[in-house]
């Protein structure tokens, strides 16, 4: 019996993750590790912009703050941001029900897309809408001719920024709605509902998280864009910049404590950003294990 007690035991131990086996040395080194990377990369940057932004006090923090190319810049990324997040938002949820609900050809090329813009640098984004919409561009000469400015004005801006963000909202519904099925679509049909009643009673409340969890993260790249903005932008003071490029243009003009003031801005986006991501994932996971 002994024997039989034994050998349940070292197979427990040689079945166990081996995780779970590790010394406790080494999960602290793992640990230690970790804590250094993020604390290296993270953290230190972070504390920097803070002391170099109040390095002359708060006084001059305040003053780059309500200085009005500052003030101009961060209206510029607010108006971009509220018209960009919610366009991709439909675009995202559109793109995911065609290619989760639906069976048509091209949708592997359309899901090749989709993921276009991480493989496309930014900066190549901002010149092909200059190739485009530029004064020497496909459209340029019509767009002149209707007095209609796309490049170096906020349109030519929320289009770069559309480019490089709309990824984003439909990446995170894809795999949640490919792994829902369309059972629960099947049932309200079956029981009468159809169009927008379906969606709103069925389909929304079933994404919700995902929505809003790239809506998140798709508000924050939209923010903090700078190399498509650059290119299509022209860098007019109080008209076409946006926080990012504000940024550079007071660094490259040695107003350090100006610059990290207004950096200070993006990085409280960023961390209010971070916050609701957390609270999000937390509640997805709590949905989840329900």
């Not at 006090?57 to 961060?74: I, Q, T």
């Not at 007095?147 to 801006?157: H, K, L, S, V």
């Not at 660094?251 to 971070?274: D, W």
Request: aromatic letters at 10%.
């Amino acid at each position: 019996m002994a024997g039989i007690v034994t050998t349940g035991r070292a197979l427990e131990n040689k079945s166990a993750p081996r995780h779970l086996t590790e010394s406790r040395a080494v999960k602290w080194l793992l640990i230690g590790i970790a804590l250094l990377f993020v604390a290296l990369v993270i953290l230190l940057p972070m504390a920097s912009v803070i002391v170099e932004s109040l390095k002359k006090g708060w006084g001059a923090y305040v003053e780059a703050l309500k200085d009005p190319d500052a003030l101009s810049a961060l209206k510029l990324t607010l108006v971009t941001a509220a018209i960009a997040v919610p366009l991709n938002s439909i675009f995202g949820v559109a793109v995911a029900w065609a290619i989760t609900k639906f069976k048509f050809r091209g949708k592997n090329l359309l899901i090749t897309l989709i993921d276009l813009p991480f493989a496309v640098s930014p900066v190549i984004s901002g010149l092909v809408y200059v190739l485009l919409f530029g004064a020497q561009g496909f459209f340029g000469p019509w767009l002149q001719e209707h007095d209609i400015n796309i490049i170096f004005a906020t349109p030519g801006i929320v289009l770069a920024t559309m480019f490089v963000t709309f990824p984003f909202v439909a990446r995170e519904l894809i795999p949640l709605m490919e792994t829902q099925g369309v059972q629960d679509e099947e049932a309200a049909v079956s029981l009468g509902a159809r169009g927008w009643r379906m969606f709103f009673r069925v389909t929304l409340p079933n994404i919700k998280w995902a929505l809003l969890y790239g809506l998140i993260l798709c508000n924050a790249r939209a923010m903090g864009e700078f190399g498509a903005v650059s290119v299509v932008s022209g860098h007019i003071r109080g008209e076409t910049n946006t926080l990012p490029l504000h940024i550079e243009i007071l660094y490259n003009e040695y107003q350090f404590t100006a610059a990290f003031a207004v950096a200070s801005i993006l990085m409280l986006l960023a961390v209010i950003t971070l916050v609701i991501k957390s609270l999000l994932e937390s509640r997805m996971s709590q949905n989840h294990g329900a």
